[in-house]
T-cell receptor, first 110, second 113 residues
Framework: QKEVEQDPGPLSVPEGAIVSLNCTYSNSAFQYFMWYRQYSRKGPELLMYTYSSGNKEDGRFTAQVDKSSKYISLFIRDSQPSDSATYLCAMSASFQKLVFGTGTRLLVSP | DTAVSQTPKYLVTQMGNDKSIKCEQNLGHDTMYWYKQDSKKFLKIMFSYNNKELIINETVPNRFSPKSPDKAHLNLHINSLELGDSAVYFC????????????FGQGTRLTVV
């Protein structure tokens, strides 16, 4: 079993839809939770970063962490075609290496 | 002005060859990383250097040798390349070992034929 599980998709939605991306994990030592966005043939770029449990909002993006369920989510409101990319969740214990999920490919059609 | 830059962007080479990938960051970060992304997009850390000192060395074949001449540079040398080494290699950097805010380069797509 991988430390971090993520549905690879692809997830196809129409423009304007609310998108929900999720990851589960097994290591209870993880405290830092990140979402990276990766466009085709580009490097990952950090979207959201959350420490411990709770919600964090940044524009159209909301990150949620439920440590009791070992489950994290990224919501994208009013999705745009420019949101089409692979979304990677990542997490780490304090000052330790990042462990990534396999990424979910999102396709937003106009 | 590119924050984390890697060269070359593409590398096609034959099995058995030796090749190097270079990485430079101009963010003033003190920690740099090499990640490997396989064909299924799985991203896994290989090495990490903090102030030129190796701090993370995952289970990577000895054919892979990182070198950090200074805080702003981290190179990756690969000996005796194998077909299974084909992947995209990403360099990243962060401040104070805080991998949570790592900035990634554009990647080097290595194809071994």
């Amino acid at each position: 079993q991988k430390e971090v599980e993520q549905d690879p998709g692809p997830l196809s939605v129409p423009e304007g839809a609310i998108v929900s991306l999720n990851c589960t994990y097994s290591n209870s030592a993880f405290q830092y939770f990140m979402w990276y966005r990766q466009y085709s043939r580009k490097g990952p770029e950090l979207l959201m970063y959350t420490y411990s449990s709770g919600n964090k909002e940044d524009g159209r993006f909301t990150a949620q962490v439920d440590k009791s369920s070992k489950y994290i989510s990224l919501f994208i409101r009013d999705s745009q075609p420019s949101d089409s990319a692979t979304y990677l969740c990542a997490m780490s214990a304090s000052f330790q290496k990042l462990v990534f999920g396999t990424g979910t490919r999102l396709l937003v059609s106009p | 002005d590119t924050a984390v830059s890697q060269t070359p962007k593409y590398l096609v080479t034959q099995m058995g060859n030796d090749k190097s990938i270079k990485c430079e960051q101009n963010l003033g970060h003190d920690t740099m990383y090499w990640y490997k992304q396989d064909s299924k997009k799985f991203l896994k850390i290989m090495f990490s250097y903090n102030n030129k000192e190796l701090i993370i060395n995952e289970t990577v074949p000895n054919r892979f040798s990182p070198k950090s001449p200074d805080k702003a540079h981290l190179n990756l040398h690969i000996n005796s390349l194998e077909l299974g080494d084909s992947a995209v290699y990403f360099c990243a950097s962060s401040l104070g070992g805080m991998t949570v805010r790592a900035f990634f380069g554009q990647g080097t797509r290595l194809t071994v034929v």
